[in-house]
């Protein structure tokens, strides 16, 4: 069973850049889909970027897609989240999860059935 834990986020000021990062342990699978997630306070979590571990296909939702990266180490079994000129609106804790493959529906939560603990991204304004 893969565990997830995440790392690298805290405060920063608006116009930041900031690397989370997902450190997974166990085997993962090259079908696996990998995720970051968010979630604010009173807020649904959404999806941010997503990676297809076999093929590196790269996923980013329109608010974040001009300003986040994905990416992974593949040796490492780690996933990279950069983020690039942050604003206050993406307060939020952020999650990373996987799920056993690619589908369509990767943007749903609940397509996913590994998910990290969290990891706080505060920006200041």
Known sequence: QVQLVESGGRLVQ????????CRASGQILS????????QAPGKEREFVAG?????????????VKDRFTISRIAAENTVYLQMNDLRPE???DYYC???????????????YNIWGQGTQVTVSS
Do not use: I, K, Q, V
Not at 14 to 21: E, I, M, N, P, R
Not at 97 to 111: F, I, L, M, V, W
């Open 14 to 21: 608006a116009g930041s850049s900031l690397t989370l990062a």
């Open 51 to 63: 990676l297809t571990w076999r093929n590196y296909r790269r996923l980013y939702s329109d608010s």
């Open 31 to 38: 079908s696996y889909l990998m995720a970051w997630f968010r």
């Open 90 to 92: 993406d307060t939020a």
């Open 97 to 111: 999860a996987c799920a056993p493959d690619y589908r369509n529906t990767y943007y749903r939560p609940t397509e």
